[in-house]
């Protein structure tokens, strides 16, 4: 089943062409360089920038795959959560492509998508499973017990442990999309040097809280600043990311231990992170759980996660039509 794929969530325009689990194509524009100079993604350029791309993009897409419009079967995109001007872009550009073609229009929630990431290059997972979903904006441990069929067992009561990284490095001076600068800088962690705090929530013991870590860091910044401290910056990113990876791997393993899952896998843009990749394998190793995690080109934002996802969405029978409404925020297990 040739699908077009489309992804306009945030800061990325995004395109591809799927065939069930197989990408025939997979373009992203990246906005990335424009929001760098205000140290975050503005709402309004990045509406203004999927409108000036989308269209490139996608016959980039259908071009690359070797296909023509006519052969496609469904479009696919992304209509939630995210920018909803950014949404909007997508969701409208879809609604027209699939009017016009006469073919299905299959809506995607992001989460679901970031989550099929894993399908890509991972013949032999399947469902059920238990995923940490880690982006700028989420953090979300959840049962995945069918291609169509999840439950949040837990999820950040505050900042995602994306923007933790993001606000804490942009603090430091590093570039953004600050996750990924502080990754590369990171040396060794030290607690005694740089004490940061390992919040607990006691109402469900597999929820994230993230904003008292960015502010103790912040905090701890300013306060060496005062003094005219110099601060060792990549001690100071790689105990920060120690404590994020801290929380992430102990609160999954947590879950998993309690539901009984042998199988975990990572989502999200912060599933690159290199230290969160490397412990989370040597702690299912140990345990014996099998750890799945996609190529990093499927860990950001991109297109070919949406195609595999729709794919299966509209197998189970979730066609959009030209009522079809982007929105701003939607759990993972919406109806
Ligand atoms: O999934 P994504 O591309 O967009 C959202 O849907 O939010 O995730 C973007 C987030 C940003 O916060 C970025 O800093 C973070 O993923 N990120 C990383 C790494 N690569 C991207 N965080 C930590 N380590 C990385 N290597």
Known sequence: MLILAIESSCDETA?????????????????ID??????????????????????????????????????????????????????????????????SLGIPLIPVHHLR???????????????EFLCLTVSGGNTIITKVSDYTTFEPLGGTKDDAAGECFDKTARALGLSYPGGV???????????????????????NELDFSFSGLKTAVINLIHNANQKNQEIDIPVLAATVRNRVCDMLIDHTLLAADKFGYKKIALAGGVSANSELRSRFSEECKKREIQLFYPQLKYCGDNAAMVGVQGYYEYKSGNIGDSFLNATATLPINYK
Do not use: M, W
């Open 15 to 31: 395109a591809a062409v799927t065939n069930e689990r197989q990408v025939l194509s997979n373009i992203v524009s990246t906005q």
């Open 34 to 99: 424009e929001h760098k100079i205000y140290g975050g993604v503005v709402p309004e350029i990045a509406s203004r920038r999927h409108t000036e791309a989308i269209s490139l993009v996608c016959n980039q897409a259908v071009y690359e795959a070797g296909i023509k419009y006519t052969d496609l079967d469904a479009i696919a995109v992304t209509f939630a959560p995210g920018l909803i001007g950014a949404l909007l872009v997508g969701v409208n550009f879809a609604k027209s492509l699939a009017l």
């Open 113 to 127: 998508s970031h989550i099929a990431a894993n399908y890509i290059d991972n013949d032999n997972l399947h469902p």
């Open 181 to 203: 600068t502080l990754d590369k800088i990171a040396t060794v962690a030290d607690y005694k040097k740089y004490p940061l705090p390992y919040p607990k929530l006691s109402d």
